[in-house]
């Protein structure tokens, strides 16, 4: 596989508390991809990185931040969950090669009461 | 971000019936991915095309990309009941973008 552990698997929190989510990865790939997955919505992207302190938006990046301060680690951040945030997300790494498809992790269940 | 519309969301087929989904893109792709999603798993790398008009087979897969490069599709013939799961595009670049996803189910 390769090599990616997201943690926690899952997580129960309450509006207005703040969230992480850590995605590990042990090849040390430059891009990283945070997804949330939805009924009928899919995968939809969060925010991506393409290397340590490089970050940048996806499609649905309010009410989330991220940090990469070491190239294996890229973290999540949920500053006040709120209960549209409830859902499966997934960490993802693509190799540096051209045209490399994505490798994901098995995935975070939050739940936001 | 890039726009791809997949369909149908939902497919229920009887196992040895045949199963398609379809991707549209307003735009001309460089390339596009397909993945599957078992039931309670996460997305894995099926394929890639590339070149117009390319068509790729993997056993009972058949994968299209369009003359134009604007659609693409994955038939999958005499279904089994180990091709459940959800099967999604993907528009590849620094971003990628999935395609809505569309779930087989297969009745044995």
């Known amino acids: 596989d390769a090599g990616i552990t997201q943690s926690p698997r899952h997580k129960v929190t309450e509006t207005g508390t703040p969230v992480t989510l850590r995605c590990h990865q042990t090849e040390n790939h430059r891009y990283m991809y945070w997804y949330r997955q939805d009924p009928g919505h899919g995968l939809r992207l969060i925010h991506y990185?393409?290397?340590?302190?490089?970050?940048d938006k996806g499609e649905v990046s309010d009410g989330y931040s991220v940090s990469r301060s070491k190239t294996e680690d890229f973290l999540l951040t949920l500053e006040s969950a709120t209960s549209s945030q409830t859902s499966v997300y997934f960490c993802?790494?693509?190799?540096?090669?051209?045209?490399?498809?994505?490798?994901f992790g098995n995935g975070t269940r939050l739940t936001v009461t | 971000g890039q726009q791809v519309m997949q369909i149908p969301q939902y497919q229920h087929v009887q196992e040895g019936e045949d199963f398609t989904t379809y991707c549209n893109s307003s735009?001309?792709?460089?390339?596009i991915q397909w993945y599957k999603q078992r039931p309670g798993g996460h997305p894995v790398f099926l394929i890639q095309l590339v070149k117009s008009g390319e068509v790729k087979k993997q056993k009972r897969l058949t994968f299209q990309f369009g003359e134009a490069k604007k659609n693409s599709s994955l038939h999958i013939t005499a279904t089994q009941t180990t091709d459940v799961g959800t099967y999604f595009c993907a528009v590849t670049g620094n971003q990628f973008y999935f395609g809505t996803g569309t779930s087989l189910t297969v009745i044995p």
């Open positions: 993802a790494i693509k190799r540096d090669r051209n045209n490399s498809p994505l490798h």
């Open positions: 990185s393409y290397g340590v302190k490089d970050t």
């Open positions: 735009t001309t792709l460089s390339n």
